[in-house]
Every structure is written in C-alpha cells, then in structure tokens.
C-alpha cells in the first residue's frame, strides 16, 4: 500500500490501490481513447501528495482512536531523559496520529490489555519492503509501540499533563506515570487512504493532479488521433485547475483552513 514519506521506487499496489490506479489511467486517457499517459510511480506520486494535503486540511480524513503504551517501551525509547528520572518524558510516534487530545494512566496489566484491545501494529515490514499504499505512506522506524485500544473506558485513569508536536511527531509526558501504570492516547489519526479514494474530492484532485503532469509531458505539440482527429495538450489535459478548486471547497468546508489546532 502507498506510504507518504517513502521513496522507494518499487511499491506493491493492494488491490484497492490497483482498482484507484486504473481508475485513474481510464479518466485522463478518456478509457484508451488518447494514447498518452503518465508513468505509473508518477501517479502514485499525485496519489501520495493529494493524500499529504487531504490528512492535513481535511476533517474527513481523520477519525478519533486510542492506544495503548508500555511505560517501559516508552522510557526506553526516550533518549532525551536524563539519567535516573522518568520526568519529561519525550518519544516519537506515528506520523499518522496528527492530534493527541488526552493522556491518560492505566492500571490495566499488560497481558490483561493485550487480550481485551485489538492490535493495530505501526509499521513491520517484510524483506521485500511493505505492501500497497497506505503502508507506504509513512516512515515510522524509531517510533513507539502502541497497540489500538477499543476497550478503554474502564482502563482510564488519571490524565497526564503533555504536550505533542506533529511535526516532529514528538509527545512530551510533564509528569512521571504512576509506577505500575501505563499509559493511554486519545488521538485523531488519518484514516487509512484507500477509505480516500472512495471521496469524490479526492479522486478529482489526483485526477487533476495527473492531467497536469501529462500537460507537462506533452508540451505543445499536436497530436492525432484516431478518425483524423488532432488534438493538443491543452484538449487533452482540460480542468487541471479542478485540484484548486476541491482545495478550497476543502478548507471552506472543514472550517480548518490554514489553522491546525494542536489540542
């Protein structure tokens, strides 16, 4: 699946990513009617970048979710704390959780936890690098474990004063966790993207995206096509300015703007 902040050259498409992609070829060459297209770790580019714009400006394409974290995990992963305190407490976490709104302790042991929270692992990925898209979106090594938590309710206890930067996907604890206890985020995270690509705005805005990058490949010349017809760039790639227009519908109507609150 496709993964924002990776690079590599070689991704494994998921079928639901392969379904996006076809799609994506059937509209800008009108279903094989024009014999132009882009290259397709081109389109998986646009796919990449229209998901960077649509986690950041649009409220759909968060979803609210919890996890779980072992002090211990969490300590040792710390190597900002000085030596012998347990105070300020600083690690990396998933890029994909783009708001932390509550830290809370639990009293719930470990092994108790693991068998009443479903697992939703971040990262882990083969040899052959991961698969399809949306794993593709993030670079997430040096992260801290956390497992999903659908059971939480009665595992929360008190709240632990913090402050997260998405930029740096870092989260700083301001007090020690009770000894014992572990910890509990209450987070917006980005939905996964094939969920995206059923979005109307979405799949206008890579589409224009795309158009505008055969535009470029294309240049000025003419071309012919079947019939005797002739066509130039700018009849073939037509409404690029589409991916303008679904930005500010976006922004308009998420009432998120240029503001993104961090709490």
């Known amino acids: 699946m496709i993964n924002i902040n990776n690079n590599n050259n070689t991704i494994k498409l998921s079928e639901s990513d392969r379904e996006f992609v076809n799609l994506v070829v059937n509209r800008i060459t009108m279903?094989?009617?024009?014999?132009?297209?882009?290259?397709?770790?081109?389109?998986?580019?646009?796919?990449?970048n229209s998901a960077k714009y649509f986690y950041k400006y649009y409220s759909n394409a968060?979803?609210?979710?919890?996890?779980?974290?072992?002090?211990?995990?969490?300590v040792n992963n710390d190597k900002n704390r000085e030596s012998g305190t347990l105070n300020n407490i600083t690690a990396r976490l998933s890029p994909r959780i783009r708001i932390?709104?509550?830290?809370?302790?639990?009293?719930?042991?470990?092994?108790?936890?693991?068998?009443?929270?479903?697992?939703?692992?971040?990262?882990?990925?083969?040899?052959?690098?991961?698969?399809?898209i949306n794993?593709?979106?993030y670079m997430i090594e040096k992260a801290t474990q956390m497992v999903e938590a659908n059971v939480f309710k009665q595992i929360f206890r008190?709240?632990?004063?913090?402050?997260?930067n998405h930029a740096t996907q870092t989260l700083s604890l301001f007090?020690?966790?009770t000894p014992g206890s572990n910890i509990i985020l209450a987070v917006l995270?980005?939905?996964?993207?094939?969920?995206?690509?059923?979005?109307?705005?979405f799949e206008r805005h890579v589409i224009a995206q795309c158009k505008r990058e055969l535009k470029r490949l294309?240049?000025?010349?003419?071309?012919?096509?079947?019939?005797?017809?002739?066509?130039?760039?700018?009849?073939?790639?037509?409404?690029?300015?589409?991916?303008?227009?679904?930005?500010?519908?976006?922004?308009?109507?998420?009432?998120?703007?240029?503001?993104?609150?961090?709490?």
Not at 31 to 48: A, C, F, H, S, V
Not at 101 to 124: C, I, K, R, Y
Not at 222 to 246: H, R, S, Y
């Open 62 to 74: 968060w979803q609210k979710n919890h996890y779980y974290i072992k002090t211990y995990d969490l």
């Open 218 to 263: 294309l240049g000025g010349h003419v071309f012919d096509l079947p019939g005797g017809v002739t066509m130039n760039a700018e009849e073939i790639c037509n409404n690029i300015e589409d991916a303008e227009k679904v930005e500010e519908l976006i922004k308009n109507g998420s009432g998120v703007g240029d503001i993104i609150m961090k709490r």
């Open 175 to 177: 007090r020690e966790p």
């Open 189 to 201: 995270c980005d939905i996964d993207i094939y969920h995206l690509y059923n979005d109307n705005f």
């Open 100 to 132: 932390v709104t509550e830290v809370h302790e639990t009293n719930m042991p470990s092994a108790q936890t693991a068998t009443s929270l479903d697992v939703s692992t971040f990262g882990g990925s083969s040899t052959n690098g991961p698969v399809g």
């Open 31 to 48: 279903y094989g009617q024009i014999p132009y297209t882009i290259p397709e770790l081109l389109i998986i580019d646009m796919i990449k």
């Open 135 to 137: 794993n593709n979106l």
């Open 158 to 164: 008190s709240k632990i004063p913090f402050d997260y």
